[in-house]
């Protein structure tokens, strides 16, 4: 059966590539391309080419210094490993924590009981949330929220694993109810709330499962950012503030709200290829599949589909998951990451779209606030780099 996705012309190829457009006859001429041509020049199939800029990123090496031929960046950590395809926080597989509240296992990972949010801060980031234009996302909200927060703590400023373990719960706990949940000693509950949806105990335990899932995952650019914010001694809500700088990127956590317009237009009846083609044509490859650091399916996305699958609508969401799946292994060999289980997550409790990015957000705070703590420890400013001129 022909292909409904469009083909793409080689100066779209070499765009997407980040290569010139002989280096793709290159390709090629190798076999790591296959080509069509006719009146209209050489075609590749879109599908064919993001399965070829995804290997390259697996097997790419790491970026190294021109030099010195040593690694830009290695941060040694102890709470997040990835062995074996398993996402691992100091030594227990994530997926084994998940039938525990999400504030427990903070709990458990900073080693820092729990502290409500105060009453006045929450109505402070709340006024800075209901300031916000209507058409405002998810990451808008979020922001307008942390900088409530912010302001309403003189406090702040102290770089101590106190302080900074009072400034996450007060986000952890405070941010549902600033974005219009209700409070509630449940995190995932309070957090589901905020969207109006049904609080059946299948979404509140999916909702938790997903908040476990993404606390951390080896050194992300959003945490890189939070420790180099840490290393100058940002105070608790600077630092996440840089994180979610860092996260609101394409390549980042923004690409969950892809996934998840993706995953709506298949859910409303649109074929998988059509969809596909729509999601390429912003040239950041397909949302919600392939990660360079599993060689199969996500172990985040494998966990979280058995939650998906218990959902009021979780049959039909779980089909549209597997047609999509299917359509993309077909073509290449990548497989569902965390965003696609994330997308059919929203769209299984009948949650908006970019409820993805804020589950996203509030989940990874709590590996946030442990990578701060950690940088704290550490020598102040040892994450600023030496430029190396080589202008002219």
């Given at each position: 059966m022909a292909s409904s996705l469009p083909r793409l012309t080689a100066a779209q190829v070499a765009a997407r590539l980040g290569v010139k457009p002989q280096t793709v006859y290159a390709y090629v001429s190798r076999g790591l391309?296959?080509?069509?041509?006719?009146?209209?020049?050489?075609?590749?199939?879109?599908?064919?080419?993001?399965?070829?800029?995804?290997?390259?990123r697996r097997t790419a090496p790491a970026a190294v210094h021109p030099?010195?031929?040593?690694?830009?960046?290695?941060?040694?950590?102890?709470?997040?490993?990835?062995?074996?395809?398993?996402?691992?926080?100091?030594?227990?597989?994530?997926?084994?924590?998940?039938?525990?509240?999400?504030?427990?296992?903070?709990?458990?990972?900073?080693?820092?009981?729990?502290?409500?949010?105060?009453?006045?801060?929450?109505?402070?980031?709340?006024?800075?949330v209901a300031a916000l234009p209507p058409h405002?996302?998810?990451?808008?909200?979020?922001?307008?929220a942390l900088t409530g927060f912010a302001a309403d703590d003189p406090l702040r400023h102290d770089a101590s694993s106190a302080t900074l373990h009072r400034i996450g719960w007060t986000l952890l706990t405070g941010l549902p109810v600033a974005l219009d949940g209700d409070p509630h000693g449940d995190i995932a509950r309070s957090l589901v709330s905020a969207w109006r949806?049904?609080?059946?105990?299948?979404?509140?335990?999916?909702?938790?499962?997903?908040?476990?899932?993404?606390?951390?995952?080896?050194?992300?650019?959003?945490?890189?950012?939070?420790?180099?914010?840490?290393?100058?001694?940002?105070?608790?809500?600077a630092a996440v503030s840089a994180a979610l700088g860092a996260a609101d990127?394409?390549?980042?956590?923004?690409?969950?709200?892809?996934?998840?317009?993706?995953?709506?237009?298949?859910?409303?009846?649109?074929?998988?290829?059509?969809?596909?083609?729509?999601?390429?044509?912003?040239?950041?490859?397909?949302?919600?599949?392939?990660?360079?650091?599993?060689?199969?399916?996500?172990?985040?996305?494998?966990?979280?589909?058995?939650?998906?699958?218990?959902?009021?609508?979780?049959?039909?969401?779980?089909?549209?998951?597997?047609?999509?799946?299917?359509?993309?292994?077909?073509r290449t060999r990548l497989r569902p990451n965390v965003d696609l289980a994330l997308a059919a997550l929203a769209s299984g409790a009948r949650l908006p779209d970019d409820a993805a990015s804020t589950i996203f957000v509030v989940g990874r705070l709590a590996g946030w606030i442990a990578h701060i703590r950690a940088e704290y420890a550490e020598q102040a400013m040892r994450l600023r780099p030496r430029g190396e001129y080589v202008g002219r």
């Open positions: 391309l296959r080509r069509e041509r006719d009146a209209r020049g050489s075609t590749f199939d879109a599908l064919e080419v993001e399965a070829f800029a995804g290997a390259r030099t010195s031929g040593m690694p830009l960046a290695v941060v040694h950590t102890d709470i997040a490993d990835i062995e074996d395809g398993e996402l691992l926080y100091r030594g227990r597989r994530a997926r084994d924590l998940t039938d525990r509240p999400f504030a427990e296992v903070v709990e458990w990972l900073w080693d820092a009981e729990r502290v409500d949010a105060p009453d006045p801060a929450i109505g402070s980031a709340r006024e800075m405002a996302g998810a990451m808008d909200r979020l922001r307008a949806a049904p609080a059946d105990e299948a979404t509140v335990a999916a909702v938790n499962a997903a908040l476990i899932l993404l606390i951390d995952h080896d050194l992300a650019v959003s945490t890189f950012a939070a420790r180099v914010a840490a290393s100058a001694r940002a105070d608790g809500y990127s394409p390549l980042h956590i923004s690409a969950a709200a892809r996934t998840a317009r993706l995953f709506a237009r298949v859910r409303r009846g649109l074929e998988p290829e059509r969809a596909l083609a729509e999601a390429l044509q912003d040239g950041n490859g397909i949302p919600g599949f392939g990660h360079p650091l599993y060689p199969g399916i996500d172990d985040r996305a494998d966990a979280l589909f058995s939650f998906v699958e218990r959902l009021p609508d979780g049959e039909a969401t779980m089909d549209a998951a597997r047609r999509l799946s299917d359509v993309v292994a077909d």
